[in-house]
């Protein structure tokens, strides 16, 4: 079965900072390009950040240049590391994990919240 649980979410005040894991299982991680996504009250589930399995990223506008997506492919697990939070980014984090392959995969997370306070 394939896993992807994620960590790191909590409480923080604007400004400060998070780092939130996915620990993947059950996948050929090194093969699959991941990403986070959040989702904030009453708006659609958006992207965050993508890393590709060459390690090329890709961020939001909104997250930009406060954001970095790492993966290490000996552990299976991906992060987040979020600088200089703003209420803005209050939301569920949901881990993806993807593959285009035939059929093309697709797998997500359980979500973990992050609550920034101002």
């Known amino acids: 079965q394939v896993q992807l649980v994620a960590s790191g979410g909590g409480l923080a005040q604007a400004g400060g900072s998070l780092k939130l894991s996915c620990a993947a299982s059950?996948?050929?991680?090194?093969?699959?390009?991941m990403g986070w996504y959040r989702q904030a009250p009453g708006k659609q589930r958006e992207l965050v950040a993508t890393?590709?399995?060459?390690?090329?990223?890709n961020y939001a506008d909104s997250v930009k240049g406060r954001s970095t997506i790492s993966r290490d492919n000996t552990k299976n697990t991906v992060y987040l590391q979020m600088d200089s939070l703003k209420p803005e980014d209050t939301a569920v984090y949901f881990c993806y994990a993807g593959r285009d392959s035939i059929p093309p995969l697709h797998y997500w997370g359980q979500g973990t919240q992050v609550t920034v306070s101002s």
């Open positions: 890393i590709t399995s060459g390690g090329s990223t």
């Open positions: 059950g996948i050929s991680f090194r093969l699959y390009h």
